[in-house]
C-alpha cells in the first residue's frame, strides 16, 4: 500500500510538472551579424515592460521562460551594432539579425550578462573600439591596470606587471588564445612563460579577462586574473595593409575571406597573415623579424552545433642590446640605446593547431569540447652580469627547449527552474601534458661557443583538473556563485647530466573553492563580492627535488566592487581588493638555482570609467593603486621590488563623421621600488601616443606616434649586481631597457 500510494504522488507530481511546462510562455532565438551570418554572443535580450532580460550563449540562443503573455516587445542590443526593438511571440522561435553600426554607450546595460562573472567583457568590448592595438604589447595593455616590459629585441615575451605582481613573463596571470594555454610551464626561461607574439593584433574579437583568484574554470596560474584572447570567427571583408616607420620598421598584413558570399550560409573561414620587420632604435640593428599565418573555419551545423578549426603558426629572429647598467651611460661608455654586449637574441616558434565542437541538446543544455596541440621552439641568448662570473669569456647564457603540447577541454552546461529561483550548473573537465625536450641552460660566449652546461634535461609535466561551477539566481536581483575545482599534477624530469639514468615522477594536487555574490540593485548597477583561492605551479626542476613540498602556492583573494551606469553614456567600475600569497620555492631559469619566495600580502583600489561626451568625443580612464608587501620581513625591509604601486592609463578618442578618426592616448607608471628596503628606486614616467585615421568605403590611411613628447624613459628596470670588463669590483645598481624614443608610423589599407 504504501508502495502504492508514493507511485499515485510521484504520477500527480509529474503530471502537474507537466502541466505548468505546458502552460509556461517561453520565448526562444537567436541572435547574428546580418552583414555575415555569424551568431552574436553576449547580446543583450531586455523586455521593458517586465523589466528583465537574458544574453544570448555561444551559439547565439536565449531562452526567456515562464512568461505570463503570448507577445512582447524585445530590446536587442549589443556593443557595435544597431540595437533593434522586436515583437516575440512564444509560440514561434525569432531570428534577430543585428546591423553594424557606431559605438554607442547608450546601448551599454550593466546587468545584460548571462554569465555575471563576464561584467568586466563591457569595458573590453568598449574598448576594442576605442584603443589601438598595434602589437602584442598593446594586446596586453587592454587588461585594466595591465602595464608591460620589452627588454629583449622584441621576440621575447613582455615583462608583465598587474595588482603588485612583478609577474615576470606570466607566473600570475593565466593567459590563453581561443582556448589554448599560452603560459608555458617548467619553461627553460621563467616559469608561466607567455609569449602572444603568435597572435595577430587585427584578429582579435574579444578578450574575456578578470582580476583575481575568483573563476572556477581559470586554474594554474590564476593568482592577479586571467586574460583569454578570442579571434574572429568571420571577416567582415578582405583587406592588405602596408605600414612604414622609422628605425626600419615595415609591416604587411592580409586577411582573406575564403568564403564571402551569402550570410544565410552561416559558414565562414578565412586566412591570415603578417610580415613584421624592424631595425629599432638601439645602435646595433635588432634585425628583428617575424612571420605569422593563420587559418580559421567558423560554421553553424544545422541549428544545434557549431564547429570551430584554426591552424596557425609564427616564427620569430632577432638580436638585441638587451638591460644596460646606469653606470655606463654616466661614465660616457654607451649611450642610452648602446650595448655592453649584442650578442644578445634569439629565435622561437610556435604551431597551433585547435578544433572545439560546441552543441545544444535538446533540453537546452551546452555540451563543449575543445582539443589543441602546440609545438614551440625556443633559443635566447642572454647577458644580464656581462663580466661578473667569467671575466674572460663573459656571463653569456643561452636557454633552449623543444615542447609539444596536448590538450583537451571538455565542459558541460545546464539551466533548471527550482521554483521561483534558476540554477546554471557547469561541469568541466581539462587535461594538458607538456612533453619538453632538452630543457637547457647553458654557459656560452659569442653564442657558439658551450663553455659549459647549468642545466639539462627532459620534462614531462602533466595536469588533470575537474570542476564544479553553480550560479543560484535567488532572485532577479541577487544571486550566488560557488566552485570547486580540484586540479593533479604529475613532475617527472630526466636529468641529462646525471652519469645514471634516473626518472624521478613527483605527484600533487590542490583544491581551490570560490564563492561569489552579486547583487543588481538595477539594469544599470551591480555589486558584487567576490572570494576564492587559486594557484601557480611551480617548474618541474624545484618539484622533484622537494619531493612535491611547497610547489603549489595558494593565493587567498577578495574583490568588493560595483559596475554603475549613473547615466547613460558613462560606465564606472570601482573595486577594492585583497590578496595574500603562500610561501614557495622558485626555480631561477637564468641561474639554474632554487630560492625561497617568502609570504606576501597585497590591497589597493581599481578605478575604470568609459565616458562618451559627445556622438563623437570618447574619454576612458584606468587607475589603480596599490601596496604590495612581505609578510615576513620587518617593517622598512618589506618592500616587494619592482611591484607597481601607482599605474594609470587613458586618453581621448574622437570618432568624427565620414571616416575621420583620432586618438590622443598617456600611460603613466609611478616611481616603485626596485630591492626590498626602497633604497633603490624604479623610475616612473608617462608616455604619449597617438594616432590619426581616415576610412572610405574601399581604403583606410593612418598615421600613428608613440611617445609624442620625446621624452627619456626606461621600459624595463633591474636592480642587478653586475661587473664590466675593466671593473675590479661588481656593483649593484639599476640597470634598464632604454624605452621607444618618437616613433612615426603610416599606415595604408586596402579592402575587397
Same mark, same amino acid.
Given at each position: 500500500?504504501?508502495?502504492?500510494?508514493?507511485?499515485?504522488?510521484?504520477?500527480?507530481?509529474?503530471?502537474?510538472?507537466?502541466?505548468?511546462?505546458?502552460?509556461?510562455?517561453?520565448?526562444?532565438?537567436?541572435?547574428?551579424?546580418?552583414?555575415?551570418?555569424?551568431?552574436?554572443?553576449?547580446?543583450?535580450?531586455?523586455?521593458?515592460?517586465?523589466?528583465?532580460?537574458?544574453?544570448?550563449?555561444?551559439?547565439?540562443a536565449f531562452k526567456m521562460k515562464n512568461l505570463d503573455g503570448e507577445s512582447y516587445e524585445l530590446t536587442v542590443s549589443f556593443v557595435g551594432?544597431?540595437?533593434?526593438?522586436?515583437?516575440?511571440?512564444?509560440?514561434?522561435?525569432?531570428?534577430?539579425?543585428?546591423k553594424p553600426a557606431a559605438l554607442n554607450l547608450d546601448e551599454i546595460v550593466v546587468n545584460g550578462q548571462r554569465d555575471l562573472s563576464k561584467t568586466m567583457t563591457i569595458l573590453n568590448k568598449i574598448d576594442l573600439e576605442l584603443r589601438p592595438t598595434r602589437s602584442s604589447q598593446d594586446v596586453l595593455r587592454m587588461i585594466p591596470g595591465l602595464i608591460t616590459a620589452q627588454h629583449a629585441g622584441g621576440g621575447k615575451a613582455e615583462q608583465i606587471y598587474l595588482r603588485g605582481?612583478?609577474?615576470?613573463?606570466?607566473?600570475d596571470i593565466r593567459v590563453s588564445v581561443d582556448g589554448m594555454p599560452v603560459n608555458m610551464v617548467s619553461h627553460a626561461h621563467g616559469q608561466g612563460y607567455a609569449d602572444l607574439h603568435f597572435l595577430i593584433p587585427e584578429l582579435i574579437d574579444n578578450v574575456d579577462f578578470n582580476k583575481?583568484?575568483?573563476?572556477?574554470?581559470?586554474?594554474?596560474?590564476?593568482?592577479?586574473g586571467y586574460a583569454n584572447f578570442n579571434t574572429r570567427n568571420a571577416l567582415s571583408h578582405s583587406s592588405l595593409k602596408f605600414e612604414a616607420g622609422r628605425f626600419d620598421s615595415y609591416r604587411a598584413v592580409g586577411l582573406i575571406d575564403l568564403l564571402k558570399g551569402n550570410p544565410d550560409n552561416r559558414q565562414n573561414a578565412y586566412f591570415a597573415s603578417d610580415f613584421t620587420f624592424t631595425n629599432g632604435p638601439f645602435e646595433s640593428p635588432q634585425h628583428f623579424n617575424r612571420i605569422n599565418l593563420m587559418g580559421k573555419y567558423h560554421g553553424l551545423i544545422g541549428t544545434d552545433k557549431v564547429l570551430t578549426a584554426s591552424l596557425s603558426t609564427f616564427t620569430s629572429r632577432w638580436e638585441a642590446s638587451g638591460q644596460i647598467p646606469d653606470r655606463a651611460v654616466k661614465r660616457g661608455i654607451i649611450d642610452r640605446f648602446g650595448a655592453i654586449?649584442?650578442?644578445?637574441?634569439?629565435?622561437?616558434?610556435?604551431?597551433?593547431?585547435?578544433?572545439?565542437?560546441?552543441?545544444?541538446?535538446?533540453?537546452?543544455?551546452l555540451l563543449r569540447n575543445q582539443v589543441f596541440y602546440v609545438k614551440n621552439q625556443f633559443r635566447?641568448?642572454?647577458?644580464?652580469?656581462?663580466?661578473?662570473?667569467?671575466?674572460v669569456n663573459g656571463d653569456e647564457i643561452r636557454q633552449v627547449e623543444s615542447r609539444d603540447i596536448f590538450g583537451s577541454n571538455l565542459s558541460y552546461m545546464a539551466e533548471r527552474e527550482l521554483g521561483s529561483m534558476s540554477l546554471r550548473s557547469e561541469v568541466g573537465l581539462n587535461i594538458r601534458y607538456d612533453k619538453t625536450k632538452g630543457s637547457e641552460l647553458a654557459h656560452t660566449a659569442k653564442r657558439n661557443r658551450?663553455?659549459? !652546461? *647549468?642545466?639539462? &634535461?627532459?620534462?614531462?609535466?602533466? $595536469?588533470?583538473?575537474?570542476? =564544479?561551477?553553480?550560479?543560484?539566481?535567488?532572485?532577479?536581483?541577487?544571486?550566488?556563485?560557488?566552485?570547486?575545482?580540484f586540479d593533479q599534477f604529475s613532475f617527472g624530469y630526466v636529468n641529462q647530466l646525471d652519469s645514471i639514468y634516473d626518472h624521478p615522477v613527483v605527484y600533487a594536487n590542490t583544491a581551490s573553492p570560490k564563492l561569489n555574490f552579486y547583487y543588481n540593485a538595477s539594469p544599470?548597477?551591480?555589486? !558584487? *563580492?567576490?572570494? &576564492?583561492?587559486?594557484?601557480?605551479? $611551480?617548474?618541474?626542476?624545484? =618539484?622533484v627535488p622537494r619531493d612535491g613540498i611547497d610547489i603549489l602556492p595558494k593565493a587567498y583573494g577578495l574583490d568588493l566592487g560595483t559596475f554603475i551606469k549613473p547615466i547613460p553614456r558613462l560606465v564606472l567600475n570601482v573595486a577594492g581588493w585583497f590578496l595574500d600569497l603562500e610561501q614557495e620555492f622558485v626555480y631561477v631559469g637564468d641561474a639554474a638555482v632554487v630560492e625561497p619566495s617568502g609570504k606576501t600580502r597585497r590591497y589597493g583600489l581599481d578605478f575604470s570609467g568609459r565616458y562618451q561626451a559627445t556622438d563623437w568625443l570618447f574619454m576612458d580612464v584606468d587607475l589603480n593603486y596599490t601596496v604590495p608587501r612581505s609578510r615576513e620581513a620587518g617593517e622598512g625591509e618589506d618592500y616587494i621590488p619592482l611591484a607597481p604601486t601607482f599605474t594609470s592609463i587613458g586618453g581621448l578618442t574622437t570618432k568624427f563623421g565620414k571616416g575621420l578618426n583620432a586618438s590622443l592616448r598617456y600611460r603613466h607608471v609611478a616611481d616603485r621600488p626596485a630591492n626590498e628596503n626602497n633604497t633603490v628606486t624604479a623610475k616612473g614616467y608617462t608616455v604619449l601616443d597617438g594616432g590619426i585615421t581616415y576610412t572610405a568605403r574601399k581604403c583606410e590611411f593612418g598615421l600613428s606616434f608613440e611617445n609624442i613628447l620625446n621624452i627619456e624613459w626606461n621600459e624595463a628596470q633591474f636592480n642587478t649586481e653586475s661587473r664590466l670588463f675593466d671593473e675590479p669590483e661588481p656593483v649593484s645598481e639599476l640597470h634598464y631597457t632604454p624605452g621607444t624614443p618618437f616613433f612615426l608610423k603610416g599606415s595604408a589599407t586596402f579592402f575587397f
Open positions: 500500500m504504501k508502495n502504492l500510494s508514493l507511485s499515485k504522488i510521484t504520477f500527480a507530481g509529474l503530471l502537474l510538472l507537466n502541466t505548468l511546462w505546458l502552460n509556461a510562455h517561453n520565448i526562444i532565438g537567436r541572435v547574428t551579424d546580418a552583414s555575415t551570418g555569424e551568431v552574436i554572443t553576449g547580446a543583450t535580450i531586455f523586455i521593458p515592460s517586465l523589466n528583465i532580460g537574458t544574453t544570448s550563449d555561444e551559439l547565439g551594432f544597431i540595437t533593434q526593438n522586436v515583437q516575440a511571440s512564444t509560440s514561434a522561435s525569432i531570428e534577430i539579425r543585428l605582481f612583478d609577474i615576470d613573463h606570466g607566473t583575481g583568484p575568483y573563476y572556477t574554470q581559470q586554474g594554474d596560474f590564476t593568482t592577479a654586449d649584442d650578442n644578445e637574441g634569439g629565435n622561437t616558434s610556435r604551431t597551433n593547431a585547435n578544433i572545439q565542437l560546441l552543441k545544444t541538446l535538446e533540453n537546452g543544455d635566447l641568448y642572454s647577458n644580464f652580469t656581462f663580466f661578473l662570473q667569467d671575466p658551450l663553455i659549459n !652546461y *647549468l642545466a639539462l &634535461g627532459d620534462i614531462d609535466q602533466l $595536469n588533470a583538473a575537474l570542476y =564544479v561551477d553553480e550560479v543560484l539566481k535567488v532572485s532577479e536581483r541577487f544571486s550566488v556563485n560557488a566552485g570547486l575545482r544599470n548597477v551591480q555589486v !558584487y *563580492l567576490k572570494s &576564492g583561492i587559486g594557484f601557480h605551479s $611551480n617548474d618541474t626542476r624545484v =618539484v
